[in-house]
């Protein structure tokens, strides 16, 4: 307990009961803390994730059903992880999307949604079926996000960088669902991050977290439909910016209902501390949006059909989206988002160059198991797939474009010319070592 601030530690002595304390506090005594995953059910089935995982699984985390404690973490070079079969979160922060109740088909908002662990489970229950905004304002997050939102394989996505003050008069009574995992103070935090969280600690921190909490939730208030949920949630402990920042939304907004609220304590749980309330707005409406023009040209749309006949067999509709000579698939009803800084709609599925289709890595990771005809299927084991992995060409008897899998999962694309495949992997992404 040394190492926490001395502040904190008064501040959690008049938080908790006295018979907790000791309990509390001895947390932070152990030298690791709990790791998790969630198994992306978009790619794999949970049952077919846990026998295939080359993980060590240590059991199912009770609040989401597609989450497990692993006894693992440095995951960068494993397959199944560049295949985006699954993604690593603390246990206790899978607790939050469930909460939603997203169901196939809705409109959802992850407000504050960087690295993507929300988004990834906001998309498994949406099943790729709905619009799923996903927001960051800051940059260089929302580029994380934005990679983590293609390796998972997410079709339904609108990846936004904008700060909500900006979309909330864009989004007015628009979403059925909205997640607002807020900027906090970190508390919750500190055996897992402990040296940055300290550092970053303060009662004025804690106080400017409240104050910028508050702003966010008055903002995703205006974007929520009505009859809508609304999920509200930190990583910290503190009062102002937990159970403080819940009676404060609720009486500048009597539209809204709690309907539930649960604070996970680390000495209670497996997992680290995580604050959760779910709110309902029970008047308003459900405003549509202008929807998003498609189409793309003849000679695109000609050199794309030749590309799926030779890889997937058939040809694919999808609603094609064409700008600077690449082509996305938008996700069904989408809307038009001019005026907003989107970094990507839908997935991207390749660029026309010199006459020529070239498909986008995002395209592959984007595909189900087995639904590329030509495909150069690896074992976990080969050592063919590391070769891939880290950039190089491998031996394949196979010609033309082609997905290159782990166990049927693509991680990526190969062209097949007289016996080896011609590696396609983006460099930024290649393995090294």
């Not at 988004?119 to 996903?134: F, P, Y």
């Not at 949630?233 to 209902?257: G, I, P, V």
């Not at 000579?325 to 809307?335: E, N, R």
């Not at 890595?361 to 590391?386: C, F, I």
């Amino acid at each position: 307990m040394y190492f926490l601030p001395e502040k904190f530690v008064e501040r959690m002595k008049n938080i908790l009961p006295e018979s907790e304390r000791e309990d509390f506090f001895a947390v932070y005594e152990k030298e690791q803390s709990e790791k998790g995953l969630l198994i992306n059910t978009l790619k794999i089935s949970v049952e077919e994730f846990e026998r295939i995982a080359p993980l060590a699984l240590c059991g199912a985390v009770p609040w989401a059903e597609n989450a497990r404690y692993v006894n693992h973490e440095k995951v960068g070079k494993e397959p199944y992880h560049f295949a985006g079969l699954y993604y690593m979160q603390e246990p206790s922060a899978s607790c939050v999307a469930p909460k939603a109740q997203v169901k196939k088909g809705e409109r959802v908002l992850d407000l504050c949604a960087a690295p993507g662990g929300k988004t990834a489970a906001l998309a498994a229950a949406t099943n790729g079926e709905g619009i799923l905004v996903s927001n960051e304002p800051v940059p260089s997050r929302a580029q994380i996000l934005l990679s983590n939102a293609e390796r998972l394989g997410v079709k339904n996505a609108v990846v936004v960088n904008e700060y909500p003050e900006k979309i909330s008069g864009f989004f007015t009574e628009y979403f059925d669902k909205i997640v607002v995992d807020a900027p906090c103070s970190g508390e919750g935090m500190f055996r897992k991050n402990a040296e940055e969280a300290r550092r970053e600690w303060s009662d004025d921190n804690v106080r400017a977290c409240a104050a910028r909490q508050s702003r966010i939730l008055n903002e995703a208030a205006k974007m929520l439909s009505g009859g809508g949920k609304l999920v509200y949630s930190t990583c910290t402990f503190s009062r102002e910016e937990d159970e403080e920042q819940t009676r404060n939304f609720l009486k500048a907004h009597e539209e809204f209902r709690l309907l539930s609220e649960e604070k996970l304590l680390p000495h209670k749980i497996r997992g680290e501390g995580h604050y959760c309330a779910t709110f309902e707005k029970t008047r308003g409406g459900r405003r549509d949006l202008p929807l998003k023009k498609s189409g793309a040209s003849y000679s695109a749309q000609r050199l794309f059909d030749e590309f799926c006949l030779s890889v997937f067999g058939e040809t694919k509709e999808y609603s094609l989206y064409e700008k600077g000579g690449a082509l996305y698939a938008l996700p069904a009803g989408c809307f038009d988002w001019n005026g907003l800084k989107v970094l990507r709609c839908g997935v991207k599925i390749g660029e026309i160059i010199k006459n020529r289709f070239e498909p986008a890595h995002a395209y592959a990771l984007s595909l189900k198991r087995g639904e590329a005809k030509n495909a150069l299927n690896l074992g976990y084991e080969d050592p063919r797939l590391q070769k891939y992995l880290c950039g190089e060409s491998v031996e394949g008897n196979i010609s033309g474009w082609c997905t290159v899998c782990v166990n049927g999962y693509p991680v990526g694309w190969g062209k097949g010319v007289g016996g080896v495949v011609k590696n396609h992997l983006p460099h930024g992404l290649r393995l090294h070592g």
